[in-house]
């Protein structure tokens, strides 16, 4: 069993930056994947980022390439997720998520462990 906390979202004006961060439970936290989601009102939960356990392999939504930054520090068990350059549109509860059986697919159905969320609001 895994436990995910999230922290780190906030209000911030257009523009701005975030950095969020997901703290996992357990001493397996290297053997995972990790991604990072998000969902805005009325819409569907969208991919935002993705990075192999170790750390070598990451990817993006086209939407946020560039201005997104996803990390992890394996001894920390923590997976963070550096927003810059925030505009409206990235309003939205900002979801991490797990996976144990990575295949280079970081599609939201292959996670095991889900947390709570963050909130990000970007307004002037």
């Known amino acids: 069993q895994m436990q995910l906390v999230e922290s780190g979202g906030g209000l911030v004006q257009p523009g701005g930056s975030l950095r969020l961060s997901c703290a996992a439970s357990g001493r397996t936290f290297s053997s995972y994947a990790m991604g990072w989601f998000r969902q805005a009102p009325g819409k569907e939960r969208e991919f935002v980022a993705g990075?192999?356990?170790?750390?070598?392999?990451?990817e993006y939504a086209d939407s946020v390439k560039g201005r997104f930054t996803i990390s992890r520090a394996n001894a920390k068990n923590t997976v963070y997720l550096q927003i810059n350059s925030l505009k409206l549109e990235d309003t939205a509860v900002y979801y991490c998520?797990?996976?144990?059986?990575?295949?280079?697919?970081?599609?939201?159905?292959?996670?095991?462990?889900w947390g709570q969320g963050t909130q990000v609001t970007v307004s002037s």
């Open positions: 990075i192999s356990p170790s750390g070598g392999i990451t």
């Open positions: 998520a797990a996976m144990i059986d990575y295949s280079g697919n970081f599609d939201s159905s292959e996670y095991d462990y």
